[in-house]
């Protein structure tokens, strides 16, 4: 099969799958933290929980099948009633209270269909914070019905004592109308390519671009998040050093942002195959930094600037200071 040129969707070769295989950890006992650290666990959640450590969780991040018919390689997830919904949640969720610190944050991702699921499981175990809503560029329109454009991510935390870096998670915004206040500029700056302001993060996000073939961050999974919105949820709720947990993992995408911003993590997938693709990201990720979107410490809207892709080859360059702040599976 012919790739076009600018197909940058990684790929997994026979050398990829027998050197990647090698890499993969399965629990069959408690284990300490140091072993599993900045590792893919390639097993189903649902036998690793009573398995993991407690209390060792900064951030939770949970990318659950949606509600609804999807096939994901060899694994399938049928919809279901809400509340049958709503009970399959419960069963791995309250299990996972325990792994967290009691200042943790939690972000949950669903569709409108698992909406009042979502809702009433987090309301159980979690203080519900907020709703983010993100829209997808990508869908197919639909005849009869409106169509379905926005996922939403639940913010949850632990209690009332949580993590939030507002200032790390501004956005830069063209500037549309430039109000000055005695002849100065309020709150924008003239730069190279137009006007701009910072602006604080609200709970809707129209800057998210779902990965599609020409991003070298694509890869063959189905649902598969984009680095930007994990880099605002993990710069956000998290520090340099702390420690992410996804038990939803999927092709990586939350390890390999983790890695970028100097944080820890565990993730947990139950395909081999997206467990591959993860550790061939995460590879990736020790020379290339960049994240679609971020750059210079900032957030940009969609397309909004030339400086920002300067920015992100700069990104691309392994780091000066190799000694991130992270912990050794050693």
């Keep these: 099969m012919t790739i076009a040129p600018r197909n940058r969707t990684i790929t997994l070769s026979e050398e990829d799958i ?10 069959n006992k408690k284990t300490s933290l140091d072993g599993i650290i900045n590792s893919v666990i390639n097993q189903d ?22 509600n609804l018919n999807k096939d994901f390689k060899a694994n399938s997830f049928k919809q279901l009633p809400i509340w ?10 309250g299990k996972m209270v325990e792994l967290l610190k009691p200042n943790a944050s939690i972000y949950i991702c669903g569709d409108w269909r698992s909406s009042a699921a979502i809702e009433s499981v987090c309301g159980k175990y979690f203080k519900i914070q907020n709703r983010i809503t993100f829209e997808r560029e990508k869908g197919r329109g639909a005849k009869s019905n409106w169509k379905n454009n926005s996922e ?3 913010f949850c935390t632990m209690s009332d004592d949580w993590t939030f870096n507002v200032d ?33 993060p609200s709970n809707i996000w129209t800057d ?8 070298p961050e694509n890869t063959p999974h189905p649902t598969q998040k984009p680095e930007k919105l994990l880099a605002k949820i993990i710069l956000a709720s998290s520090n340099e050093g702390d ?60 397309n909004t600037s ?18 991130l702040k992270t912990l050794s599976k050693d």
């Design 18 to 27: 027998q050197h990647y295989r090698c890499d993969l950890i399965e629990l």
């Design 45 to 66: 959640i649902v036998e690793v929980l009573d398995f993991l450590p407690s209390g060792f969780v900064d951030l939770l991040f949970i990318d659950p099948p949606y």
């Design 84 to 93: 049958d919904y709503a009970e399959w949640m419960d069963s791995w969720l």
């Design 152 to 154: 939403d991510i639940w």
């Design 168 to 200: 790390a998670v501004k956005m830069k915004k063209r500037v549309i109308a430039p109000y000055r206040e005695n002849g100065s500029p309020k709150d924008w700056g003239v730069e190279k390519n137009g006007k701009f302001r910072l602006t604080h």
């Design 208 to 215: 998210i671009s779902i990965p599609f073939w020409s991003m």
């Design 243 to 302: 420690i992410i947990f996804d038990p939803f993992a999927g092709v990586g995408t939350t390890g390999v942002v983790a890695k970028k911003l100097r944080r820890n993590f565990v993730i947990v997938e139950i395909d081999e195959e997206y467990c591959l693709y993860a550790l061939k990201r995460l590879k990736i990720a020790e020379e290339n930094t960049a994240i679609q979107g971020y750059a210079d410490g900032v957030f940009w809207e969609r």
């Design 306 to 323: 030339k400086d920002m892709r300067k920015a992100k080859k700069r990104g691309r360059k392994r780091l000066e200071n190799p000694e």
